[in-house]
């Protein structure tokens, strides 16, 4: 899922999923207990359908609500109330749903839903796609605030937490758009630093080498990920390639000098005193 809206901490609110259950948005004068009592309802395997007309019947002030629920099997089922403040309205797609409502102009959920269907790259992408192009039909009528994206794979477990892919949330902004797309590519580069640790740990270096560059591309101005490309080097005898980029990590926050020589005591770089000795001359 994804939302923008011009109210405070959005993400913390309107979007609710479970890796292996479903997706539940709650807009307009948002309920949070739709997404909470929802997502109890689908864990028990009822169909998106049963759940939303549950959840409707119990809540005396349903025709306020925009809610909209996709399950587990891709069933799409989309209510906005009469009372929902104009323009708002939804669109039910194949396994997706759009819906808005406070908005400009009353052709921003269609102009989503074309962006949606007609865009190219992977999930992420093509939400952020859909949300430019309500801003691009006007948006919402009081402007903008703050924006979140919600990603679950497909994996049910017992540990929902562990399934998570994109959980980045944009509060209180300016252009809230942009900092959302920013956040994509740091969560990008952060999920490649995951997969290199990973590597790393079991001295798959040339593996991990490959995940930390490919990171440092979506995220260049971290410098947390060249540190990382550095303590790779050096641990598999590279450590003339490492040297120049732990200067220049120790140029930006010397406290990386500090940290690298924490590394050895837990396994995540080989105890070579002479070796730590040249890193640390980097500090200069």
């Avoid at 549950?54 to 906005?80: C, R």
């Avoid at 079991?202 to 550095?230: C, R, S």
């Amino acid at each position: 899922m994804a939302v923008q809206s011009h109210w405070i901490a959005m993400g913390g609110l309107c979007p609710w999923a479970e890796a292996g259950v479903g997706a539940i948005t709650t807009q307009s004068l948002v309920e949070p207990s739709y997404g909470a009592l929802g997502l109890n309802l689908l864990r028990t395997g009822r169909p998106a359908e049963e759940t939303l007309a549950e959840l409707l019947d119990k809540d005396n002030n349903h025709e306020n609500q925009q809610v909209s629920i996709v399950d587990s099997n891709g069933h799409v089922v989309t209510h906005t109330g009469k009372n929902c403040i104009a323009e708002a309205g939804h669109i039910p797609g194949a396994g997706f749903s759009v819906q808005a409502n406070m908005m400009k102009n009353p052709t921003v959920w269609s102009a989503m839903t074309n962006a949606f269907e007609k865009s190219s790259g992977d999930l992420a992408d093509r939400l952020m796609s859909a949300l430019l192009a309500a801003e691009s039909e006007g948006g919402d009528i009081r402007g903008k605030q703050s924006a979140a994206m919600l990603i679950v794979d497909e994996k049910k477990t017992d540990k929902p937490w562990e399934h998570f892919l994109f959980n980045i949330r944009v509060d209180d902004h300016p252009e809230p758009l942009t900092e959302l797309q920013h956040l994509m590519n740091v969560q990008r580069a952060y999920h490649l630093m995951n997969e290199g640790d990973k590597l790393l740990g079991k001295k798959y270096f040339e593996a991990a080498m490959l995940k930390y560059q490919a990171a440092e591309k979506f995220a260049p101005n971290i410098d947390e990920i060249p540190f990382w490309v550095g303590v790779t080097l050096a641990d598999s005898g590279e450590l003339e390639k490492a040297l120049p980029i732990f200067a220049r990590v120790f140029k930006i926050n010397p406290n990386w000098a500090e940290t690298v020589k924490r590394l050895s005591k837990v396994g995540f770089l080989r105890d070579d005193q002479e070796m730590m000795q040249k890193i640390i001359t980097m500090l200069k």
